[in-house]
C-alpha cells in the first residue's frame, strides 16, 4: 500500500463536521426533493455568502451533473458553449455537453484560463446559420491547471459576454480554493455580480458529495427545477446534501478548509523549489504541476500517487493535489524522499 494519494481532493471521503451533521440529520425524517429545512438553511446561508438575497440555489449531486443541467436549460438547440481546450467539459466529461446537443468551442490555453479575446475571436468565427451560435462561455475557477482568474480578468471577460450576448457560466468545483488563494482579490459577492451562473463545490472541499448551483440572472430561472428532474439531477434524498452544504457555511468551515489544502500546497511546492526543480504553471491554489525528470517520478510513483500530466522530454510534470485532510507530515515526507533522489 502506497504512503499517500496525491491523485485528487476527495479521496478522503469528508470532513468529520460534515460527517457528524449527516449523523444527527438521520435522528429525523425530511422532505424530499431538496425542499427539506436543512437545504433551505443552506440555501439561505449561500445567498449570506454571496451577498445577493434574490439568487437561486440548487442542489446537485457533482460537477458533472451540474454542467450538464446548467447547459441544458440556458441553451436552445443550435447554440454552443465557448471554453479552454483544458476546461473540464473539453476533456473530463465524456463528452456529456456534446451529449446534450451542444457544440464545444474550445480555443488553447497555456495556463488554463480564457481570454476575452479569445471569447472575441470564437464569436467572429461564427458568421451565419450554416454554424453553431456560440451563447455560452464556460471558466473554471481555479482553473483545472491550479491557477485563479483575477477581479480584472473575471471583469473583463464578462464584458465580452455582455458585449456579444453570452451567458458567462463558472464551474466552481475547486472555487474555494480559488477564493482563499494567496493572488485573488475577489470575495463571492463579486464572482456573483460577474457571472450569470455559478456552482460551489462541496465534493472537492470536504463533503461527501454535492455541489450548490448558482444562478444569478433573473432570465434563466424559470422552470430550472424541470431540467434539473429532466437530466437526472434531483435527488429524492437532497437532505443529504443540504445538511452537507448547511454544515460548510454555517461557521465558515468552507473556507477553513480550502485555507488548510492551499496552505499545505504552498508548503509542498516551496519544498521542490527549495530543491531546485520547476513547475509547469505558477503555484496559486491547490493544485500544483511540478516537473520532475522522468526517472525520479518512476521513484516517487512506488509509494506515492498522483497523476502524470505531460511529457517533456526526459522530464515530467506531474500533478500534486492536496486537500482539507493533507497533514504537514505527509508534505514533509514527500520532500525528504524527494530529496533523497536530487
Known sequence: MKKYSFKNDYSSLAHYEVLSALSEAVKTQHEGYSEDIHSQNAAA????????????????????????????????????VIACDSGHISTHEAGAIEGTGHKICTVSSVDGKLTAAQIESVVLAHTDEHMVKPKAVFISQSTELGTVYTK????????????????????GARIAAAINSRVCDMTYSDIAESVDVFYLGGTKNGALLGEAIVIC????????????????????????????????????????LAKHSNAMAYRLAEGIKELGYEFLVEVESNQ????????????????YDFHEWVKLSDKTAIRLVTSF??????????????????
Open 45 to 80: 446561508l449561500i445567498k449570506c455568502r454571496v451577498n445577493q438575497s434574490n439568487v437561486d440555489v440548487h442542489f446537485v449531486s457533482g460537477g458533472t451533473i451540474a454542467n450538464l443541467i446548467v447547459f441544458s436549460a440556458i441553451l436552445r438547440p443550435h447554440e454552443a
Open 288 to 303: 500544483i504541476f511540478p516537473i520532475f525528470p522522468s526517472k525520479v517520478v518512476e521513484k516517487l510513483m512506488q509509494n
Open 152 to 171: 480584472s480578468e473575471l471583469c473583463d471577460i464578462y464584458a465580452s459576454c455582455r458585449a456579444n450576448d453570452l451567458y458567462l457560466y463558472i464551474d
Open 325 to 342: 485532510d493533507t497533514h504537514k507530515s505527509v508534505i514533509d515526507e514527500f520532500l525528504d524522499e524527494l530529496s533523497c533522489y536530487s
Open 217 to 256: 440572472n433573473d432570465d434563466l430561472k424559470k422552470e430550472f427545477r424541470h431540467i434539473i428532474k429532466q437530466r437526472g439531477g434531483m435527488l429524492a434524498k437532497g437532505a443529504t446534501i443540504g445538511v452537507q452544504f448547511e454544515a460548510l457555511f454555517k461557521n465558515n468551515l468552507y473556507d477553513d
